[in-house]
């Protein structure tokens, strides 16, 4: 055999000898999980590569599910050797005949179990039906490491074992595939390469369905061969592979089509390749329309299209257009493409950087051209700029990576530029601007003054620097009309005539294209000679100096004081006058007030001068609010936000008993200094009337906020500032009520900084637990405890319940999984510590938590693994135990879900490992494991329990454990 893994100096890292035969166990492995992998389809599987291949039953499995078809009729039960011969002669026939070309492997090789033979054969299947499907110039290895080049340029990939072993290029080759999910490749360290490896092949299986057939221990191995890590990495570039979409799709989003769907056939005619050498800026002769029928001349023409780009070919035109072409060529080829920057069109090779707002006429005005390209030739590029009247001059500085371009516009009006490169226009082009007169250089021959009603002014512009634009002037009365005026032009000058027909100060706006000029406006003081008027307020304030010029006939002066006010309502009533009082709000703007003590309609007079004023008398409805309704407004169900509405009835007069007025309220007898206090006056049984709530003390007569709630009832706050003794004075219609005034005592506020808070509450807990949180304010003084919580999206239940000697005790009841919020407040203030973030998790559940791995399994002492994994994902908020005898366990991250444990069994016997989440037993527990000391006993536990076979002679029986 010329190329198999019986070759021991063959294939191995960096061209060195591995240690002894290391490398032979773990291509075994590889080849082995390989086998299982495609024999999975016909629910058959294999344990020793070595003898279950030897009578032939497996292998002709293998070949059929590899050429998905039957291959013939076999012994399925074979006893004697001749029928064994029989089966593997018909799988080495169908696999020479389907261009396996088998050298040095015999019929007997395989049934008499000769290792590396097997090896070799099942290396030739791995190339043939996995890596390549036929043969090419270029060899399978070259072309995968090439594909593994381009997809990760900024990496050294010279081999298929050292450069992967520490599995930083498995990692970096995951997230190139999958854009995210393995985005810290760079930070990983080449001493980690076992846990960097498994990491990758976690990923790998989960994004990718890359399945793992071989172990990470065996990848970071330095006696990997070649042939089995081309084997696993195989399977991110064979057909239908990650690595094929991935180059598949770079192909249809640079060509913008979504109709190539093979990287085989659809390269056939060559037109697919000469439009992904087209795209990338090189010129292929006659495309896009090119004859379809020529394939291998097609081809041809995208191959020195790609040459001209500095691709070398990988196929020949003759094997591009070959419909059984390899897709692994084409791949690597197609792959070599998406390094290449593409070069830019004629339109591209320059790119114009300019702002042209607000340019006036004279003044310098630049703009810069960048330089895209390298080969960009001064011949080439040429700047054209039209003007109102002829073409204007640019001068061009060129520099390393830009043109600097400068020109002076000298007429107002419209302009265009383009430029070009090799005749054509760049991309931006062309660019119309608008360029307006400088209107410093116009000039107001007419100063401002004086004139009179209706006379004839000339108004004069000197516009002779004015090319383009219009002048348009504008009058502005003294009362803000605006008249527009005509103009006309004579050579240089534009002349207006100005009639003003209003006294006072005109303002006359000059405007070229909407815009005023300098020195606009100018005024006019327009006066008439038959009027005189005065210069002074309209009007005075009695008492005060009015300061005029001019004659007069008379002044028109403001005295508050001779407004009158009249009226039932400010009449006497029950023989009492009622107060009428007001004040100044603005100097034009004054408020009179009155209080009415009886129901009925008032008629108020308002009189300036012994005149009423208009609208007088006005009328005002007086009614009673002892009689008040409320009504509730439903939409649902659900109140409305402005629910109840107050409602007014007029009734009979109803009796007033201040005796029968309620005060309750805990600031009735005592308060703290400086936290406010409250106390309720009821009045729904005293008749009509208004509460007055006073409050006097030694230092001062601290407010009380009154303030009114449903039926006659009040609800007074006072804050007194300083401790001591106070009296409540409290009034219903201006009498004293029964027991006032009240006498309080006013103590010092509590200390909130001394509060202590404490509990196992604070430290979270799960939804629907009751948290727990101890307060102790023994060492505050007096004072009030209050506390409120609030989850994510609504507040929670939090009860505070008073024990002994100080302390209080807070209950939360969590309803959501989220942190949470705790106020805890002493006297309104917070307390030490407060607000306090409590996380709560969802409840534990047991039944989700997940144990499993060889340590929970039966097994022998001499080769236990005695290692499993726990998986609490979804199981919520919990805390594992596992009682059992020395078990360490792993995190690789503080809060994974994932946990690795081991142990260290020591001598044969039962172990028994109890796992529980949160107290409970996990599905499973307590798990119960025997370590036996021999094969025998071992055999006999396992045929009870499952009737299965334990090879004794396979020493990779339970190989597939080392992968936990």
Not at 64 to 72: D, H, N, R, T, Y
Not at 715 to 729: D, E, M, R, S, V
Request: charged share 25%; net charge negative.
């Amino acid at each position: 055999m010329n190329e198999s893994g019986a070759n021991e100096n063959k294939n191995l890292p960096n061209g060195t000898t591995p240690l002894g035969n290391e490398w032979i166990a773990i291509q075994q492995k590889t080849f082995t999980n390989w086998i299982n992998e495609h024999l999975s389809v016909s629910g058959k599987s294999i344990q020793n590569i070595e003898t279950d291949f030897s009578d032939g039953v497996n292998l002709v499995a293998l070949v059929e599910c590899l050429q998905l078809k039957k291959i013939g009729k076999i012994t399925e039960k074979p006893t004697k050797k001749i029928q064994k011969i029989q089966n593997v002669s018909i799988a080495c026939k169908a696999i020479t005949e389907d261009n396996v070309k088998l050298v040095n492997i015999g019929n007997e090789d395989i049934v008499n179990g000769n290792i590396k033979l097997i090896l070799g054969l099942i290396w030739h299947l791995i190339m043939r039906y996995q890596i390549s499907s036929r043969k090419t110039k270029a060899p399978p290895k070259k072309l995968m490491i090439e594909w593994f080049r381009t997809a990760l340029p900024e990496l050294e990939i010279n081999n298929f074992t050292g450069d992967w072993n520490d599995g930083i290029l498995l990692h970096a080759l995951i997230d190139y595939l999958r854009p995210g999910t393995s985005p810290n490749w760079r930070e990983l360290h080449s001493k980690n390469r076992v846990e960097n490896c498994r990491t990758a092949m976690v990923l790998a299986k989960e994004h990718l369905n890359i399945p793992r057939v071989i172990s990470p221990e065996d990848f970071a191995s330095d006696a990997l061969d070649e042939l089995s890590a081309m084997t696993y990495l195989s399977y991110f570039v064979k057909s239908e592979s990650p690595g094929y979409y991935a180059t598949l799709n770079w192909i249809c989003k640079q060509l913008r089509t979504t109709t190539i769907t093979n990287l085989t056939t659809d390269w056939n005619d060559g037109y697919n390749l000469c439009a992904v050498v087209d795209s990338l800026g090189a010129n292929v002769p006659g495309f896009p329309n090119l004859d379809r029928s020529q394939h291998e001349e097609n081809c041809q023409k995208a191959i020195d299209g790609g040459i001209s780009l500095g691709i070398e070919p990988v196929l020949t035109a003759k094997e591009l257009s070959d419909p059984n072409v390899d897709h692994l060529g084409v791949m690597t080829y197609l792959s070599r493409f998406q390094n290449i920057k593409p070069k830019k069109a004629d339109n591209e090779k320059l790119k114009i950087k300019a702002h042209f707002d607000n340019l006036l006429t004279g003044i310098q005005t630049a703009f810069q051209l960048h330089i895209e390209e390298k080969d960009v030739e001064r011949s080439k590029t040429k700047i054209d700029i039209q003007g109102p009247h002829s073409k204007v001059d640019c001068e061009v500085t060129w520099k390393d990576k830009t043109i600097d371009c400068r020109f002076i516009p000298n007429d107002s009006g419209n302009y265009v530029l383009n430029v070009y490169y090799a005749d054509s226009v760049i991309n931006g082009c062309p660019i119309k601007f608008y360029v307006k007169a400088d209107l410093s250089t116009i000039k107001i021959l007419t100063q401002s003054g004086t004139c009179r009603v209706g006379s004839q002014n000339k108004i004069e512009v000197d516009a002779s620097k004015l090319s383009e634009g219009s002048v348009t002037m504008e009058a502005k009365s003294p009362t803000g009309d605006i008249k527009q005026l005509e103009c006309e032009r004579d050579e240089n000058i534009c002349i207006c005539m100005f009639q003003p027909k209003v006294i006072g100060i005109w303002q006359v706006h000059i405007n070229v294209d909407g815009e005023e000029i300098a020195n606009s406006p100018i005024s006019f003081d327009v006066f008439d000679p038959q009027k005189v008027w005065l210069s002074c307020p309209e009007r005075g304030i009695a008492g005060e100096v009015i300061v005029y010029t001019g004659t007069f006939k008379s002044v028109e002066v403001v005295d508050p004081g001779q407004i009158l006010v009249t009226g039932e309502g400010i009449a006497k009533v029950k023989g009492c006058a009622v107060a009428t009082d007001w004040k100044e709000i603005t100097t034009s703007c004054y408020e009179f007030f009155y209080t009415p003590l009886q129901t009925g309609v008032y008629k108020i007079k308002v009189m300036w001068d012994d005149r009423e004023v208009t609208g007088s008398p006005f009328q005002a409805k007086i009614i009673d609010r002892s009689r008040d309704h409320y009504i509730h407004l439903y939409w649902s169900d659900v109140p409305l936000d402005f629910s109840p509405v107050l409602g007014y009835c007029q009734g009979p007069e109803l009796p007033i008993d201040h005796t029968k007025v309620v005060v309750s309220g805990k600031g009735l007898q005592q308060a703290r200094a400086t936290v406010p206090a409250e106390i309720k006056v009821d009045g729904k049984k005293a008749g009509p009337g208004i509460p007055k709530v006073l409050l006097k003390g030694v230092k001062c007569n601290p407010e009380v906020d009154v303030k009114p709630m449903k039926y006659d009832r009040y609800k007074c706050t006072y804050n007194a500032p300083f401790p001591g003794g106070y009296l409540l004075y409290v009034y219903w219609s201006d009498n004293l009520v029964p027991g006032s005034p009240y006498k309080l005592t006013v103590t010092t506020r509590g200390a909130s900084n001394k509060v202590k808070v404490s509990g196992a509450g604070l430290k979270g807990g799960f939804v629907g637990q009751e948290l727990r949180v101890v307060v102790d304010i023994s060492e505050a003084g007096n004072g009030e405890i209050s506390a409120n919580c609030k989850g994510h999206l609504h507040g929670t239940r939090c009860d505070v319940i008073q024990q002994n000697d100080g302390l209080f005790t807070l209950r939360v009841f969590p309803t959501e999984a989220s942190h949470h919020t705790l106020d805890i407040l002493y006297d309104g203030e917070h307390v030490p510590g407060s607000p306090f973030n409590i996380p709560v998790g969802e409840p534990p559940d047991p039944r989700k938590v997940k144990v499993y791995g060889p340590g929970i399994e039966d097994g022998l002492l001499q080769t236990y693994e005695s290692k499993f994994i726990v998986e609490t994902y979804g199981a919520g908020a919990g805390q594992l135990a596992i009682h059992a005898f020395k078990v360490e366990m792993e995190r690789e991250a503080k809060n994974d879900r994932t946990i690795l444990c081991h142990y260290d069994p020591t001598e044969p016997g039962e172990y028994v490992i109890n796992v529980k989440w949160s107290g409970y037993h996990v599905r499973g527990s307590p798990f119960r494991i025997k370590i036996l000391e021999s094969y025998e006993e071992l055999e006999k536990i396992t045929k009870k329990r499952n009737s299965v076979n334990i090879d004794r002679n396979s020493s990779e029986s339970y190989s597939w454990r080392e992968e936990i």
